[in-house]
């Protein structure tokens, strides 16, 4: 079974950067699109960034735009999210997930057809 495990998370001020890893085992990271989620709370899961298995097409949402950037090394199955200009709404818990497409894939789309996760990571941002 796939595993994503997480690394990074913590406490940081506005406008601080932190940084995000998602390392995944035991299965061909060329074939996965990688994208990254949080849940704020009283608020419902959203999409973040994705990226296609080549590593070469992103997707972000609005809310993120310009100040997260996603990356994908397939050399060492390896995903990160570089969050930087963090505002207190940034605060929740973040978690990687993997569509596995069974392609190396040129695309990614942020949508819940994700079925691997990490086990999360919290991240606060402080005023």
């Known amino acids: 079974q796939l595993q994503l495990v997480q690394s990074g998370g913590g406490l940081v001020h506005s406008g601080g950067s932190l940084t995000l890893s998602c390392v995944a085992s035991e299965f061909k990271f060329d074939y996965l699109n990688l994208a990254w989620f949080r849940q704020a709370p009283g608020k419902e899961r959203e999409g973040l960034a994705c990226?296609?298995?080549?590593?070469?097409?992103?997707t972000y949402a609005d809310s993120v735009r310009g100040r997260f950037s996603i990356s994908k090394d397939n050399d060492n199955s390896v995903a990160t999210l570089q969050m930087n200009n963090m505002k207190p709404e940034d605060t929740g818990v973040y978690f990687c997930?993997?569509?596995?497409?069974?392609?190396?894939?040129?695309?990614?789309?942020?949508?819940?057809?994700?079925?691997?996760w990490g086990q999360g990571a919290l991240v606060t941002v402080s005023s």
């Open positions: 990226i296609s298995g080549n590593g070469e097409s992103t």
């Open positions: 997930a993997a569509d596995p497409t069974g392609k190396v894939t040129d695309w990614c789309y942020l949508h819940d057809e994700h079925y691997y």
